[in-house]
T-cell receptor, first 115, second 114 residues
């Protein structure tokens, strides 16, 4: 029973390029969450998605950032025209569809470095 | 408000001692709380959770205490081992994403001295 899978583990981009981060939730999970973590800080909520729907994107910057969770395939967090301030660890988490189990299961993260 | 760029508070204990990590949560409407352990270069790993209708819950070597009056949560680790060295985060189901997402605290680094 594979856990939450994120790839790539490390991503290096130059300023102005695009970054695509992928997340496959745990089997049977239909809710996906993206968090961002800066060094020595806690995780900050970005966006919450269900299959084909963005439920809450209140934590995501209005420009350059977008997220999707298509019917087939992984969830994608896309950052256009990256800047140095985008450098961070991006974690994906998933949870099952039923309420009552609010535990989130996290992937190993993608470390984004912008040169 | 958010704290930016501050170093994590550190708790240093001797191997075999008990550790207590504290957390103050912010939202009095939260009714679910959870502790995660994060090792360097890894994602957060579930340790233990508790609902607001309880004030104590025990797991294997870990105990979580909840004091709703003062909005305080603690994690007790018995007989701390070197493998317990990590950053520990408390989280609550505050307001984010309709209370589906978790709001994380700023974390405490636990260092276990052999």
């Amino acid at each position: 029973n594979a856990g939450v899978m994120q790839n790539p583990r490390h991503l290096v981009r130059r300023r102005g390029q695009e970054a695509r981060l992928r997340c496959s939730p745990m089997k049977g999970h239909s809710h996906v969450y993206w968090y961002r973590q800066l060094p020595e800080e806690g995780l900050k909520f970005m966006v919450y998605l269900q299959k084909e729907n963005i439920i809450d994107e209140s934590g995501m910057p209005k420009e350059r950032f977008s997220a999707e969770f298509p019917k087939e395939g992984p969830s994608i967090l896309r950052i256009q025209q990256v800047v140095r301030g985008d450098s961070a660890a991006y974690f994906c988490a998933s949870s099952p569809p039923t309420t009552g189990d609010e535990k989130l299961f996290f992937g190993s993260g993608t470390q984004l470095s912008v040169l | 408000g958010e704290s930016v760029g501050l170093h994590l508070p550190t708790l240093s204990v001797q191997e075999g001692d008990n550790s207590i990590i504290n957390c103050a949560y912010s939202n009095s409407a939260s009714d679910y709380f959870i502790w995660y352990k994060q090792e360097s270069g890894k994602g957060p790993q579930f340790i233990i959770d508790i609902r607001s209708n309880m004030d104590k819950r025990q797991g294997q070597r870990v105990t979580v205490l909840l004091n709703k009056t003062v909005k305080h949560l603690s994690l007790q680790i018995a007989a701390t081992q070197p493998g317990d060295s990590a950053v520990y985060f408390c989280a609550e189901n505050g307001e984010e994403a309709g209370r589906r997402a978790l709001t994380f605290g700023s974390g405490t680094r636990l260092q276990v001295q052999p």
